[in-house]
């Protein structure tokens, strides 16, 4: 494999970070083409594990482009998720910051399905319901809008949501 891929390998999962399967998906689709060439290789051919069923198998999957395509599509909408998180293990992490990311995750997920609602919804769906569940409170709106850096970079807006958290909070 190090042949193919320059001496880079996959992640593997491990136990103490939070983020170790998605970690481990990015690099197996950064390595998608040294992937492709390997199972195509006669190196790989000449292996006897390749003609059993799991070895056989490996090889459908890694040339398989439906496979690729989700994952991309997986890597895509978790990323934003996953600086969200990446963002709370870190210090200096205030509900008005989080709030917000929260809705530039949603609409990254959002864009990249072109904003068809059939396709982001579970996602949204999904997310909303973490987050009323865990963290939301009408509070939180307040704090995002309060926050300077956030208003004054009109990177927060005052919209309904900020109108019902004040009038709920008040």
């Known amino acids: 494999m190090r042949s193919f891929t320059k001496g880079k390998e996959l992640k593997r999962p491990a136990s103490t970070r939070f983020v170790t399967n998605f970690l481990m998906l990015e690099s197996i689709i950064n390595l998608e083409q040294s992937l492709r060439f390997i199972v195509a290789s006669n ?3 000449a292996l006897s594990h390749t003609k059993t069923v799991d070895g056989k198998e490996v090889s459908y999957i890694i040339q398989d482009t439906l496979f690729w395509e989700d994952r991309r599509e997986i890597i ?11 963002m709370v293990d870190s ?14 995750a949603k609409e990254v997920i959002s864009k ?21 569940d865990n963290l939301h409170h ?5 704090v995002a809008l309060l926050n300077p850096h956030l208003y004054y970079d009109k990177i927060v807006k005052h919209d309904e949501e900020t109108s019902k958290g004040i009038a709920k909070v008040l």
């Open 138 to 142: 009408p509070i939180h709106a307040i």
């Open 43 to 45: 190196e790989w051919r």
């Open 91 to 104: 210090e200096g992490a205030t509900l008005g910051y989080v709030y917000e990311a929260m809705d530039r």
């Open 112 to 132: 990249y399905y072109d904003e068809v609602s059939v396709k982001y919804e579970p996602y949204w769906n999904i997310i909303d319901k973490r987050w009323a």
């Open 76 to 86: 895509a909408v978790i990323a934003s998720l996953v600086k969200i998180l990446r």
